[in-house]
């Protein structure tokens, strides 16, 4: 496992499937990845969503394992014809599959004379692999440095995800120590915010500042402005932000979630 210590590394989503790009299912996993690296105190920095073609897929894993990030690959480790992910991570990583024998007790211990030999190239990982369990039939993932494969099956994948980073990312949680607030402005529109946004982008450079216009002529203009970083520093950031948005004759209003001060600025 990677040794991370200078900084909390970045987090990544791989969702593969051919169903996905051609709409015939609908991605639900990387909404889950948020929520649950955000209740542990961590963030995605980014997804692809792909499809099964080999060449893509294997230059795909390639890239990202050069890269050096935690990631969370969801689909294609099954038996069928189209299930490609395990043979393209032992291609980019350049090793042979091999059966996992934990992995293969776990699947024989399940399923006993069902344990088909169709069903244990499911157990068939690239070699340096370690298993990740599955709670729901038994039939493992795997892990190649700090890239971990589950199913594409929401119920079993996510699980999964929980139990890696609960084992091997334990020292990089911390509960509560991402924060994000947002105020929504009435009658502030996106260019008027432009040098306020500079100006706290400069100040505050570990955090995210962001601006979401909204309304339009007939209902009335409004922006939603918003930070996001470790607890203090977005609390402070975000109650400097409403001093100057109050300075400069702007009411404000908070945005789901506590934030600092009432709410009630004066009126534009």
């Known amino acids: 496992m990677t040794e991370h210590v200078h900084h909390t590394p970045r987090f990544g989503a791989l969702i593969i499937g051919d169903e996905l790009l051609t709409g015939r299912r609908q991605d639900r996993h990387m909404e889950a990845v948020i929520e649950r690296l955000d209740a542990r105190g961590l963030e995605l920095s980014w997804a692809r969503l792909i499809g099964d073609d080999p060449q893509l897929l294997t230059r795909t894993l390639r890239e990202t394992f050069a890269g050096g990030d935690i990631v969370f690959s969801f689909g294609g480790i099954g038996a069928t014809p189209d299930d490609r992910t395990r043979q393209c991570c032992a291609e980019a990583v350049g090793q042979p599959l091999e059966r996992h024998p934990e992995a293969e007790a776990a699947m024989r211990e399940q399923f006993g004379v069902d344990a088909t030999a169709q069903r244990l190239r499911m157990v068939e990982f690239p070699a340096g692999s370690w298993m990740i369990p599955n709670p729901i039939n038994r039939v493992a993932g795997f892990s190649w440095g700090d890239h971990h494969f589950v199913p594409g099956f929401p119920r079993m994948a996510w699980p999964m995800i929980e139990w890696v980073l609960d084992t091997h990312y334990a020292h990089l ?96």
């Open 173 to 268: 949680q911390a509960p509560g120590r991402m924060l994000q607030r947002a105020v929504r402005v009435p009658g502030a529109r996106e260019g008027a915010m432009i040098p306020l946004l500079e100006r706290f982008t400069e100040a505050y450079p570990d955090l995210r500042i962001s601006c979401l216009p909204g309304g339009d002529r007939q209902r009335g203009f409004e922006v939603e402005l918003g930070v996001r970083g470790t607890a203090p520093r977005a609390t402070e950031a975000l109650e400097a932000l409403t001093r100057e948005l109050e300075a400069a004759g702007y009411r404000w209003e908070p945005v789901a979630g506590a934030t600092p001060g009432d709410g009630n600025g004066p009126t534009p």
